[in-house]
């Protein structure tokens, strides 16, 4: 069976320090890949997503990026943190065979806390 | 662009009784998916439906089905009999090719 990994779980992190925010998937091949972040009292915005290795697209310019170094690994980082990237990120893999016409599957999620 | 308007920031509901929580999509695609995720006070997202768009016949899962109206673009979940587990945040989104779209959630309150 497949299952997705995030880590860590929850972090706080000054103003202006780096982020990496890991995210694994087992038990499939060739997945897509997401990355959304939730802020509080929104709804899911679609920040990355990854259809193969080295192959990532953005949809919200920003100081955040991401890569894919693995078949089954999303890492989403920041060189510099700013107080509006607090949030609830989260990672979500869909079948790399399916565009969009399957499920997603989604992490537990990262609680960012910027201070 | 594609995008996913639910209009209900949060809705109630008496256990036992039916509630429908509404939303609109917009998209240029011509072959696109529509879905209902749940999220409880977990925060695990879960899928609670999912509806083709080239089927005119609306899905069903157990209490939960969809009024899939493609014309209105429209795309409303009915939840029958409602539970004290039903009570989440429910979101509705829309994909096309890769992409997936969320509106912004309807909470759900569910009352004894």
């Known amino acids: 069976s497949q299952t997705i990994h995030q880590w860590p779980a929850t972090l706080v992190q000054p103003v202006g320090s780096p982020l990496s925010l890991e995210c694994t998937v087992e038990?499939?091949?060739?997945?897509?890949l997401y990355w959304y972040r939730q802020a509080a009292g929104r709804g899911l915005q679609l920040l990355f997503y990854?259809?193969?290795?080295?192959?990532i697209s953005s949809e919200v310019p920003q100081n955040l990026s991401a890569s894919r170094p693995q078949d089954r690994q999303f890492i989403l980082s920041s060189k510099k943190l700013l107080l509006s990237d607090s949030g609830f990120y989260l990672c979500?893999?869909?079948?790399?065979?399916?565009?969009?016409?399957?499920?997603?599957?989604f992490g537990p999620g990262t609680r960012l806390t910027v201070l | 662009a594609q995008t996913v308007t639910q209009s209900q920031p949060e809705m109630s509901v008496q256990e036992a009784e039916t509630v429908t929580l509404s939303c609109t999509y917009d998209?240029?695609?011509?072959?696109?998916?529509l879905f209902w995720y749940k999220q409880p006070p977990s925060r695990q997202m879960i899928l609670v439906i999912r509806?083709?768009?080239?089927?005119?016949q609306n899905a069903t899962e157990n209490r939960f089905s969809v009024n899939f109206q493609k014309a209105a673009k429209s795309f409303s979940l009915k939840i029958s009999d409602s539970q004290l587990g039903d009570a989440a945040m429910y979101f509705c989104?829309?994909?096309?090719?890769?992409?997936?779209?969320f509106g912004t959630g309807t909470r759900l309150k569910v009352l004894a």
């Open positions: 979500a893999w869909s079948p790399g065979t399916s565009g969009g016409a399957d499920e997603q599957f």
């Open positions: 038990g499939t091949s060739n997945p897509n």
């Open positions: 990854s259809v193969g290795i080295g192959q």
């Open positions: 998209t240029s695609e011509s072959d696109y998916y």
């Open positions: 509806q083709e768009a080239y089927k005119q």
């Open positions: 989104a829309s994909s096309g090719t890769y992409k997936y779209i």
